[in-house]
């Protein structure tokens, strides 16, 4: 990933995110240390909402698309991923945002 591609925003969530990991004593930058900074950013063009239910994590996000990017291919490749660990994707475009919900379970009989 080139740095300089990334958009202010963008710097400053990556930023974000890997203080969280050294504040956790973690020595790599992962997802959940992305969508922690995400969480918090009191600007972001993106929402992203975390919650536990009693069986499962679930990771909410809205936003407007961005125009460079095949939102049908990205949210193909989630459903996949979620698919791989007995999860599930749903989404919903409306108003030129984006709507999505990734359901994972707690406990998962997959391997």
């Not at 790599?28 to 950013?41: I, K, N, P």
């Amino acid at each position: 990933m080139d740095p300089s591609h990334l958009t202010q925003k963008s710097t400053e969530a990556l930023h974000d995110a890997q203080t969280k990991a050294l504040r956790f004593g973690h020595t790599e930058v992962d997802g959940e240390h992305l969508l922690l900074a995400l969480e918090d950013a009191p600007e972001a063009a993106v929402d992203v909402r975390l919650s536990f239910t009693p069986d499962a994590l679930e990771l909410h996000v809205s936003g407007p698309p961005a125009a460079n990017v095949d939102l049908r291919a990205v949210l193909a490749a989630a459903r996949e991923r979620a698919g791989l660990h007995g999860g599930t994707v749903d989404s919903r475009l409306a108003g030129g945002v984006c709507y999505a919900m990734a359901r994972l379970p707690l406990v998962s009989g997959h391997a």
